[in-house]
């Protein structure tokens, strides 16, 4: 007997962020969680795929504990991170769809013992995508990106990144696109439980804007923007 697939697991902090995936699942039913508010969790069918939507909670350590469950539960065949980030590079938008490659701790440091930027102690200098996720995630970004995406290394930390902390932010690290408080959280969870990770997510505000850029999206904007393309990866998936 052949057994089914195992389930997508889709991570998004907010419960705006992720309603519009709530509304792209079919058959969709609500499953127990052993964590506490604001955790949900909802399976259904995305693009034809078993997929589940976990809202985690802001932050880091909502993140790990919703990842740390999702996975260990469902056992799914890869972890996608989904919703809204803040815009870190000079050439990033709002309403851009990151697609994340890498990943590092925004606030994390331990320079004055030898370990790079953003680097823990004891672990790696970046946590790393799983590469064929990337593609399908940078293809699907192509097909549905109205507003652009770019591809490369994103940073989380438990601290919302706001113009005076951006700019020290961007010397630090000079390749990072985004900021948010998740997804590096998620990375790794994903990597310590040997599960493929790629994060798609969309601006929804410059952490300190040029003079005469748009500065801010509304969420449920840059939510929709980031479930579109979650729904194409997924559908790619399927191919």
Partial sequence: MTSAPAPLLVLAAMPEESAPLHARLVAAEELTTPLAAPVTARRGL????????????????AAAAAATWGILAHRPRAVVSAGSCGGLAADVEVGTLIVGEEFTWSIADATAFGYAPGQVPGGPERHRADPALVDAAESAARAVAARGWRRGLMLA??????????????VRFPAALSADMETTASARTAEALGVPFVALRAVSDLCGPAAGQQFRLEIDVVAEISATAVEALVAGLSD
């Fill in 46 to 61: 995305l693009s034809g795929q078993d997929t589940i939507v976990v809202t985690t909670g802001i932050g880091v350590a």
């Fill in 157 to 170: 930390g438990d601290a919302f990144v706001t113009a005076p902390l951006a700019e020290p932010m961007r």
